[in-house]
C-alpha cells in the first residue's frame, strides 16, 4: 500500500485522481486494514488445521510441545512486544517531526527483529539436529503417541510463515528508514511509516496468539 | 467524503509505554499460569490472556481507539469470518461418525469386486467388454 | 481505431509503452479484457476438443491420459484465468469509477501490479501443458493430486499467484468504492453494478487468502510430504476439500455477483423504467455474499465428512437461493409493463434471466442432501455448473460487453449480427448442456472418458450443440473486431442511460471527466427525467 504513496513531500505526494492529501491518507489506510484483513486469513487456514490436530490428538499434542523450548518462545516474544513499541514510538516521533528519533526507533525496530530471527534459527537448528522435523523427515524417536509428526508439521508452518512475515516486515522497515533518511517524511506526510507499523503490529498479534498455542499447552 | 480536517491524533508517550509494559506483565502471567495445572480451562486462560494482549496491541498501536470505526469492523469481521471457517469444519472433523456409526476400516483388497474392475491388458478386446453394466472399464493405452 | 475528434484514452498518449506501464484504470481494463478473452477463446477451443472427443464412446482424437489433462484445464482455465477476473477485472476496472463519478481507481498502480500479476500467473499455470499436463481436475483433490506425476506444482503455484491479483483487484475495489464516490452518490445512489462488485469484492478479500494458503499446502505437502493431507501419516485428505471450498464456493459468487450487477443496469435502461426494489437488490448481493461462505459443505456431500456437516451445509444451502429469487423477481417487475426495446444487451439479460433459473433452481436439487447422493459427480452436476456459469456469468459478460462496447471504443457493432450470434450462443448452449441434465440424471457420471451405448445419441447431440455455440462465438469474434475499424461512431449516450458513465465522451477522455462529477440524479430516475436513445434523436433533458 505504502507504494501507492512513493512520491516524495507533502505537496508533492498529493496524486490526481485524489480530492486531498486527507482522502488520500484515509484511502491507504483502508487498503491496508483490508489487507491486514487478509493477512488474517491466510494465517487463519493454518490456525484451523491446528485446531482440527490438537482436537484430534490431544495428548500427543501435549508430548510433542514439551521439547520446545519455553525460555527460547518467552524471550521471543519480549522481542517482539518490544519491538512493537519501538514501532509505535517511531511513527509518533514522526507525527512530532523529530526525523532523529523516527530513526533510532526505526533501527532499534530492526534489530530486535533480528534478535527474533536469530533466537528462532537457534530453536530450528536444535531441531534439526533432533530430526523433529516434519512430516517424512521425522525421525526423532523421544515422543510416545501416534503421528507426533504432525506437531513438527504444523509447528513449522505456522513458525515458518510468520518468521517470513518478520523478514519482509524488515526489509520494508529498512525500506521505510533509508527514505526517512532521505527526508521524505514529516508531520504533515507520514503514511508509508504508518502502514509499516500496522504491518508489523499484526505480525507481532499473530505471534501472540502463537506462543501460547505452541509453547504453553497443558 | 468532505468532512472537516481531522486533526493527527498523538498519543503521549507514557501511553505507549504503559502498553509495552502491560503486555510484558501478561506475557509472563501467561507463561506462569501454563505451570498450573487447570485442566481443560487452561486453554481458555490462555487465549482469553492472548486476546486482552491482542486487543491493547490493536487498539493503542493500532490506533483503532481512536480510528474509523470502519477499521475496527474490518478486523473483527476477518475473525467472525475465521471463526466460522474453523467451527463449520470442526462440525465435520469432530463428528464423523455420531449419527451413522459407520466407520472407516482398512480397505479390503480381497473384495471380489476388484477382480472385474482392474483390467490392464489382459482384458479381452473392448467390443466384448463394452456394454450397458461395465461402465468404468479403464482404457490400457494400447488402444 | 483512428479519426477521433477529442483526445480519447485510447489515442494519447500513443506507442506500445504507454499502454505496458499505464496506470489508467481504462487501459487496464481492455488489457485485461484482451488477455481474459485469449484465454477464453482457449479454453473454449479446449470445450469443443473435448466434446469432440465425446462425440462416440469410442475413441475419436485423443487417449485417455490425454482426455484428463484435457478437461482438468479446460477447468482450471475456465474458472481460475478466465471466469473470476472475467467481470470485475476487465469490464469492472473500466466502468467502475466511471459509474462513480472517479478519476480512476483508489490505488492505479497497484491495479497496473494486478495485471502483470494476473499475466505471470496465467504463463506460470498454462506453462504445465509443457511439463506434461495436469490430470486431477480443476479441484485437486487429495490424496490423487499429492500422488499423480503430473505437473500439479506448476499449475497451483499459477494459482497462488493469480490469487494475488484477485485480492488486489478486490481491494482496491473497496477502497474505491468507499472513498472515491462522487459527491452527492450516496451507498443508495449508487449504480447497482457498483454494489455487485462491492459484495465481489468483499468476497474476494475473505476468501482468496484460504485458497493461497490452500494451495500453498498442497505444494508443501508434494514437495516435503509434511503428511496433512495424507490418512497413512495421519492427515487427512477430507480437510483439503474442506480448505479448498471455502474458497471455492464463495468464488462462484465472485463470478456470479458482478454479473448480476450488469443485468440490473441492463434491464433498467433497456426497460427504461425505475428498478424495482433497488434496495432488495443491493442487500441481496451482500447477503448472497456473506451467506456464502456457509454453504461450502454441499461439495462434499460424499466425501465422508460427518452427517451433522452435511445436514447443515445442506440446511442453509437452501437459504442462499432466497437472495437469487429476490433479485429475479425483482428484475422481471423492473420489466412489467417498461417500454423494453430488444436490442442486443437486453437480449443477453433475457438469455440470463432464463438460464440462470433453471441454472439456479437445479442448484437446489443438489443442495438437497438425499438428491445429491443420487446426482454427485455426474453430467447432471456438469450441466448445472455451466447453466450458472456459462448461462449467468458469461451472458452477463456478453450483455456487458455489448453494452458498453460503444463507450469503451466509440463505435457501434453491427446489430443484425450481433442478434444472429446471440441467437447461435442460445441456442448452441441449450443443446449442449439441456442434454447434459437428462443424461445426468440418468447416471452419466461426470469426467469419463469412455460411456456406455445408450448415452452415445445424447452425447452426440450435446456435442453438435458446443459447435453450435462455438460457431456463434466466431461470428461475434468477426463483427466485434469489424466494429473497431469500420463501427458508426456514437455519442455520450447511446442507449439512453442515467448512470455516470454515460455522461463523459465515448470513448472517454483520459481522466475520465471534463470537470469534477457531482451527482444530479439517481442512476435510475427515468420517471423524473426524460433520456431518449440517441438513435431515436435526442438529448438529455432535465
Redesign the interface.
Known amino acids: 500500500m505504502s507504494a501507492e504513496n512513493a512520491a516524495a513531500g507533502t505537496a508533492a505526494h498529493l496524486q490526481h485522481h485524489f480530492v486531498d492529501s486527507e482522502q488520500q491518507q484515509e484511502s491507504a489506510k483502508l487498503g491496508m486494514w483490508i489487507f491486514l484483513l487478509t493477512e488474517i486469513l491466510l494465517f487463519g487456514g493454518l490456525f484451523c488445521f491446528y485446531a482440527i490436530y490438537r482436537a484430534w490428538n490431544p495428548e500427543m499434542f501435549y508430548d510433542a510441545h514439551t521439547h520446545l523450548d519455553i525460555t527460547l518462545g518467552a524471550i521471543n516474544t519480549v522481542v517482539l512486544i518490544t519491538s512493537s513499541v519501538t514501532m509505535a514510538l517511531a511513527i509518533r516521533s514522526m507525527q512530532l517531526d523529530q526525523k532523529r528519533a523516527t530513526l533510532l526507533n526505526l533501527f532499534a525496530t530492526l534489530a530486535l527483529a533480528s534478535v527474533f530471527l536469530v533466537i528462532k534459527y537457534f530453536e530450528y537448528a536444535h531441531k534439526f539436529e533432533l530430526g523433529q522435523l516434519p512430516g517424512k523427515y521425522y525421525t526423532f524417536e523421544g515422543i510416545a503417541g501416534s503421528n507426533p509428526h504432525v506437531f513438527f508439521s504444523v509447528y513449522f508452518m505456522m513458525t515458518g510463515l510468520h518468521g517470513i512475515h518478520v523478514l519482509i516486515g524488515m526489509g520494508v522497515i529498512g525500506w521505510i528508514a533509508y527514505r526517512t533518511s532521505k527526508g521524505h517524511f514529516s508531520g504533515k506526510y507520514y503514511t508509508p511509516i504508518e502502514m509499516t507499523g500496522l504491518y508489523w503490529h499484526l505480525v507481532d498479534l499473530i505471534w501472540i496468539f502463537l506462543f501460547p498455542l505452541l509453547y504453553l499447552i497443558s | 467524503m468532505t468532512q472537516p480536517k481531522r486533526a493527527i491524533h498523538i498519543l503521549p508517550l507514557q501511553t505507549y509505554l504503559g502498553i509495552g509494559s502491560a503486555l510484558l506483565i501478561l506475557t509472563v502471567v501467561t507463561v506462569w499460569v501454563a505451570t498450573i495445572d487447570l485442566g481443560p480451562i487452561n486453554l481458555l486462560v490462555a487465549m482469553i490472556i492472548a486476546a486482552a494482549k491482542a486487543s491493547l496491541v490493536a487498539l493503542f498501536f493500532m490506533h483503532l481507539k481512536y480510528d474509523n470505526k470502519l477499521y475496527a469492523v474490518i478486523l473483527l469481521g476477518a475473525l467472525l469470518f475465521l471463526a466460522a471457517f474453523v467451527v463449520f469444519t470442526m462440525f465435520d472433523t469432530m463428528d464423523r461418525g455420531i449419527i451413522d456409526g459407520v466407520r472407516a476400516g482398512p480397505i479390503n483388497d480381497q473384495a471380489v469386486i476388484y477382480e472385474q474392475s482392474t483390467s490392464g491388458p489382459t482384458l479381452p478386446p473392448a467390443e466384448s467388454v463394452r456394454s450397458d453394466t461395465v461402465l468404468h472399464r479403464e482404457i490400457s493405452p494400447s488402444e | 481505431m483512428s479519426d477521433i475528434t477529442h483526445d480519447s484514452y485510447l489515442s494519447s498518449p500513443k506507442g506500445i509503452k504507454s499502454w505496458l506501464l499505464t496506470v489508467d484504470h481504462k487501459r487496464i481494463g481492455i488489457m485485461y479484457f484482451v488477455a481474459i478473452m485469449f484465454f477464453f477463446a482457449l479454453a473454449g477451443l479446449l470445450a469443443v476438443i473435448l466434446r469432440t472427443e465425446l462425440l462416440s464412446?469410442?475413441?475419436v482424437l485423443m487417449?485417455?491420459?490425454t482426455y484428463n489433462q484435457f478437461f482438468t484445464l479446460h477447468g482450471a482455465i475456465m474458472i481460475f484465468l478466465f471466469i473470476i477476473p472475467s467481470i470485475p477485472a476487465a469490464l469492472g476496472n473500466f466502468v467502475l469509477p466511471l459509474m462513480i463519478g472517479?478519476?480512476?481507481?483508489?490505488?492505479?498502480?497497484?491495479n497496473l501490479a494486478s495485471w502483470y500479476i494476473y499475466v505471470a500467473g496465467a504463463l506460470i499455470a498454462v506453462f504445465s501443458i509443457l511439463q506434461g499436463g495436469v490430470d486431477t481436475g480443476w479441484t485437486f483433490y487429495t490424496p490423487y493430486s499429492t500422488g499423480t506425476n503430473t505437473a500439479v506444482i506448476s499449475m497451483t503455484t499459477g494459482v497462488f499467484i493469480l490469487g494475488f491479483s484477485s485480492?488486489f483487484t478486490g481491494?482496491?475495489f473497496?477502497?474505491t468504492i468507499?472513498?472515491?464516490?462522487a459527491?452527492g452518490m450516496t451507498w443508495f445512489k449508487m449504480p447497482l453494478m457498483v454494489w455487485g462488485l462491492y459484495a465481489t469484492a468483499v468476497i474476494q478479500?475473505?476468501?482468496?487468502?484460504?485458497l493461497?494458503?490452500?494451495v500453498a499446502?498442497l505444494i508443501?505437502?508434494r514437495l516435503?510430504?509434511?503428511?496433512?493431507f495424507d490418512p497413512a501419516?495421519?492427515?487427512?485428505p477430507?480437510?483439503y476439500q474442506?480448505?479448498f471450498w471455502?474458497y471455492s464456493h464463495p468464488a462462484v459468487y465472485i463470478m456470479i455477483l458482478p454479473g448480476m450487477g450488469i443485468i440490473s443496469e441492463l434491464i433498467a435502461t433497456f426497460s427504461h423504467r425505475r428498478i424495482f426494489g433497488y434496495k432488495a437488490i443491493a442487500y441481496s448481493s451482500l447477503g448472497i455474499a456473506l451467506m456464502s461462505?456457509?454453504v461450502?459443505?454441499h461439495h462434499m456431500f460424499t466425501s465422508?465428512?460427518?452427517?451433522?456437516?452435511a445436514m447443515?451445509?445442506s440446511f442453509i444451502t437452501f437459504f442462499v437461493g432466497i437472495p437469487s429469487g429476490i433479485k429475479i423477481f425483482n428484475w422481471l417487475t423492473t420489466m412489467y409493463k417498461g417500454q423494453i426495446s430488444f436490442k442486443t444487451p437486453m437480449l443477453y439479460a433475457i438469455s440470463f434471466l432464463v438460464l440462470f433459473t433453471v441454472g439456479g433452481l437445479t442448484g437446489i436439487f443438489l443442495g438437497a442432501l438425499s438428491v445429491d447422493i443420487h446426482l454427485h459427480d455426474t453430467y447432471f452436476v456438469v450441466a448445472h455448473f455451466h447453466y450458472v456459469m456459462m448461462g449467468g456469468t458469461v451472458m452477463a459478460l456478453l450483455g456487458g460487453i455489448h453494452y458498453w462496447w460503444p463507450k469503451m471504443f466509440g463505435r457501434m457493432y453491427s446489430e443484425l449480427w450481433a442478434r444472429v450470434a446471440c441467437a447461435f450462443v442460445f441456442v448452441g448452449f441449450n443443446m449442449t448442456f439441456f442434454t447434459q441434465f437428462v443424461m445426468g440424471s440418468q447416471g452419466m457420471?461426470r469426467r469419463?472418458?469412455?460411456?456406455?451405448?445408450?448415452f452415445a445419441r445424447m452425447h452426440g447431440f450435446s456435442s453438435i450443440g458446443a459447435y453450435v455455440l462455438g460457431f456463434g462465438f466466431l461470428i461475434m469474434f468477426v463483427y466485434l473486431i469489424a466494429s473497431l475499424f469500420k463501427g458508426r461512431r456514437v455519442g455520450a449516450n447511446p442507449w439512453g442511460s442515467l448512470t455516470m458513465e454515460w455522461e463523459t465522451a465515448s470513448p472517454p477522455i483520459a481522466?475520465n471527466f471534463d470537470t469534477d462529477k457531482v451527482l444530479e440524479h439517481g442512476p435510475y430516475d427515468y420517471d423524473r427525467i426524460e433520456v431518449t436513445p440517441e438513435d431515436e434523436k435526442g438529448k438529455v433533458t432535465a
Open positions: 464412446p469410442d475413441r487417449d485417455a491420459d472517479a478519476k480512476d481507481v483508489a490505488f492505479p498502480r497497484l485480492i481491494l482496491n473497496i477502497v468507499h472513498k472515491l464516490r459527491p478479500v475473505l476468501a482468496t487468502p484460504v493461497g494458503i490452500t499446502l508443501v505437502e516435503m510430504g509434511i503428511g496433512i501419516m495421519g492427515g487427512d477430507v480437510l474442506h480448505f471455502f461462505f456457509l461450502w459443505g465422508g465428512q460427518s452427517e451433522l456437516a447443515l451445509f457420471p469419463y472418458y469412455q460411456y456406455g451405448e445408450q481522466h
